[in-house]
């Protein structure tokens, strides 16, 4: 099998590199591969990225030539923090009064917990003035600092101090970086935590940079390099060396990101099932969540997904006595050395045992285990799911069930009940984890339950999603591919970038500013600019004005003419959770379709209140793009949306003691989906609206979807 143009996905996880190939037209899957992460070679893990890569192409039978986009995603930068081995920061304060105090008072810094016994290493000095600078450099460098970071109180408004300190450092030949580099939001405190941290990986993720890029260029590939964020997005490897922090956290990202561009989520919640854990992670309007990340347990300025993790996977352990099953995890098989039952020969279970241990010293003594003619096995979630005919046949996860419901069976006894109830028992205990944190992120987020889908990523995917589906009644499905599904990820994951600023009571032309920064930043990283889409918010109480810019390195083209083969008011109408015949087609563009319906409010007044307008966006594939529980729907064209965008602000804006809120509006045009949601002014709105606009054809058609905010 050979392709044209191909895109290739690196995980590099703590055992384990996975690597993946997408056909670059159709994204189908052409080949993958599984080695040794590299740990402890003389080119650390760039030499299990290489080795992957070279297995990979031979297998597709393609050349170094036909790679058009390489990224990898690495944990390396966790890990380092995780085990707090990290380079020693020197922190130098300028400024004099009240500024110096602020900046002296950061010293505490040092004392921010990484690892059990490690602490942020941390080396201070003072520079009252801009001409302070070098000998505050000295200082720190003398106490064994290894990278430089600047700090000025009022840095967001005049970095000027904090430059002066960076090239004091660089023409000493150490690295350096400043808070201003690294956020422009204030929040002193906060601002230099961030930066710290991101120092003090600093060393160790530019020396990876370096091998793996090299590496790259002497396997002959020419496509530029990229590295997964902890947002979702993959930014160039320059980027990388610049702010390293951005990879913290971006192993679950990785999947996340399969689930959104490969199965096309619109609103669901993803879960990453391995072995020991499940990583829960939200998708919400066809974009995954962010929040602001806590490293150490302090907040800082990194926005990453957020993802909540479950100490239950696919080789967790039973915890049982007599009549019922106590719980399930947090040890796992792996942890404990023991092989899965359900995969062992039954032969190997013949006179089998079971029996209470403590797996690992501290550990309750009430994980079963199973003594058998074979040796010691595990009963894990896995072996649960097997025994239930849970797992497709071919899964990651898929053994031959009766060795799993001869290994249920001694517990089917323990507790008095059925070989299928004890695997049901073992399943709710194991899944009762992960259905609490799923209920929370459903209503922290609002999500729409009514199209809302679970879909299950990782090894360990099928002892988890399918049984979580069915006792909360969501959709739920196994991820294509699942065991591969953050390389597949990391293949398909656009450049992004987030530019957050603190304008106070911004005009159309500052938020404009930051759209603009923020599309120049994704272009500069190597997106087209053709496929670059912004996001804009204003938050009016911080008065942070937030743009994520996204865009693909190529262009994306495919044909938008002809009917659509899909069936899109079925598929409408089944996530509206309404019969077909009471779904209509409300509005379309060449790319997606508006379907809705209405849903009369209870009661005897019910009559003469205004019912609810739900409706679905559907693109030409089938996939529910957007969610709205009440909108107004306008077709119209690009030459006449201001006037009509006008007309609908006027009608639907709320006004209230906090005064005048405007509705949320999308426009759908050409393939995208514009945003115009976050902004708090009939301004900003219009702005952005031309912006996203300019340069179509005014008989071009266009949809303006308008929610009411309630």
Not at 118 to 145: E, F, I, Q
Not at 170 to 189: F, M, V
Not at 324 to 350: K, T
Not at 448 to 464: E, M, P, S, T, Y
Request: proline letters at 4%; hydrophobic letters at 45%; glycine letters at 10%.
């Amino acid at each position: 099998m050979t392709a044209s143009r191909i895109r290739v996905g690196i995980d590099v996880g703590g055992t384990f590199t996975d690597a993946v190939a997408l056909d670059a037209q159709t994204l189908v899957l052409l080949g993958q591969v599984k080695v040794r992460t590299t740990h402890r070679h003389a080119d650390g893990v760039a030499r299990g990225i290489i080795d992957a890569l070279e297995q990979l192409l031979d297998g597709i039978g393609a050349t170094a030539d036909d790679v058009t986009f390489l990224a990898h995603g690495t944990t390396q930068a966790t890990n380092a923090l995780l085990e707090g081995d990290v380079a020693t920061v020197g922190l130098v304060g300028v400024g004099r009064g009240l500024e110096g105090l602020l900046t002296r008072r950061l010293r505490s810094l040092g004392r921010i917990e990484l690892a059990p016994g490690k602490r942020l290493a941390l080396r201070y000095a003072h520079a009252p003035a801009t001409g302070d600078a070098d000998a505050a450099v000295d200082s720190v460098r003398a106490d064994g600092a290894e990278v430089v970071v600047g700090v000025q109180a009022f840095s967001v408004d005049d970095g000027t101090g904090e430059d002066a300190v960076a090239d004091a450092a660089r023409t000493r030949e150490l690295l350096a970086t400043t808070t201003h580099e690294i956020t422009k939001l204030y929040g002193l405190r906060k601002r230099a935590r961030t930066a710290v941290v991101n120092a003090s990986i600093l060393p160790r993720m530019l020396d990876t940079a370096d091998l793996v890029q090299r590496s790259i260029t002497d396997a002959g590939i020419t496509a530029p390099l990229m590295v997964m964020r902890c947002d979702g997005g993959v930014m160039s490897l320059d980027e990388m060396r610049r702010r390293p922090l951005l990879t913290v956290l971006s192993g679950p990202a990785a999947g996340v990101a399969g689930a959104l561009m490969a199965e096309k989520v619109s609103e669901g919640i993803f879960l990453e099932t391995g072995g020991t854990s499940t990583d829960v992670s939200v998708i919400r309007r066809g974009s995954v969540v962010v929040r602001h990340a806590k490293v150490g347990g302090h907040e800082t300025y990194l926005s990453s997904l957020d993802v909540r993790t479950v100490g239950v996977g696919g080789g967790s352990m039973v915890r049982a006595r007599t009549g019922r099953v106590v719980d399930v995890g947090p040890r796992s098989a792996h942890i404990a050395g023991l092989e899965y039952a359900c995969f062992a020969d039954p032969a190997a279970l013949a006179d089998p045992q079971l029996v209470a241990v403590a797996p690992m010293d501290g550990d309750p003594d009430d994980y079963v285990v199973l003594d058998a003619a074979g040796g010691r096995f595990a009963l894990t979630m896995t072996c649960a799911a097997n025994a239930l005919d849970l797992v497709p046949e071919g899964d990651h996860a898929y053994a031959e069930p009766t060795a799993a419901r001869l290994a249920f069976a001694p517990l089917a006894a323990l507790l008095g009940t059925t070989m299928p109830e004890a695997a049901r028992a073992v399943l709710a205990a194991g899944t009762g984890h992960v259905r609490k944190v799923v209920d929370e992120l459903v209503t922290a987020y609002r999500l729409d339950k009514r199209g809302l889908r679970l879909v299950g990523g990782g090894g360990g995917a099928a002892a988890v999603t399918p049984f979580l589906g069915t006792v909360t009644g969501f959709a739920a499905g196994i991820a294509a591919h699942n065991e591969v599904i953050s390389p597949i990820g990391v293949a398909l994951a656009l450049v992004r970038e987030s530019v957050e600023r603190i304008v106070p009571s911004p005009s159309q032309q500052d938020v404009l500013a930051v759209r603009a920064e923020a599309e120049q930043a994704v272009v500069a990283q190597g997106a087209t600019p053709a496929t670059v889409e912004v996001d804009v918010t204003v938050d009016a109480q911080t008065n942070t004005v937030t743009a994520v810019a996204t865009g693909a390195t190529e262009m994306r083209t495919r044909a938008e003419t002809g009917e659509s083969t899909v069936d899109r008011q079925r598929i409408a109408a089944n996530s509206l959770d309404r019969p077909t015949a009471e779904v209509q087609l409300l509005a379309e563009t060449p790319t997606h379709a508006v379907y809705g319906t209405e849903v009369r409010r209870g009661g005897a007044l019910g009559r003469w209140i205004r019912p609810y307008r739900p409706v679905r966006v559907v693109d030409r594939d089938g996939v529910v793009r957007l969610h709205s529980a009440d909108a107004v729907i306008a077709q119209t064209t690009v030459g006449a949306a201001y006037g009509t965008l006008t007309e609908l602000v006027a009608a639907h804006t709320t006004y209230g003691d906090g005064g005048s809120q405007l509705p949320a509006m999308r426009l759908l045009v050409g393939p995208r989906i514009v945003d115009l949601a976050g902004v708090t002014t009939q301004d900003q709105l219009m702005a952005l609206a031309r912006a996203e606009l300019d340069g179509r054809t005014a008989d071009e058609p266009l949809v303006s979807i308008t929610e009411v905010r309630r």
